[in-house]
């Protein structure tokens, strides 16, 4: 599956794209900027908002990584294709 994250490298914790979602699929912890995949329907109102784009960042995995995954995130894991 696709799954919509924010890459950690670019994010400046501003904090937008949590109050954009009006799903509140996006979580701040630890200062990462985490979506609950199961939340998300992808309606890009976070990604309008960043000013970064930061938001704008998905990843193909087999399994969603939980938003307490990538709250440990420093940059975006590595995936097999
Ligand atoms: S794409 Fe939409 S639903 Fe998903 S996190 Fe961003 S604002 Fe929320
Ligand atoms: S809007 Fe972009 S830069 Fe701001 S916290 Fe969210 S992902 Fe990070």
Redesign the pocket.
Known sequence: MRQ?VTDPEICIGCSA?EL???????KSILGRYC??AS?????????E?CPTSA?DCFIEVAEPYSQDQQSQWTSLPLIDT
């Open positions: 919509h794209c954009a979602c009006p799903l509140k699929a996006i979506v609950d939340v998300c329907e992808g309606c890009g109102k976070c990604i908002e938001a």
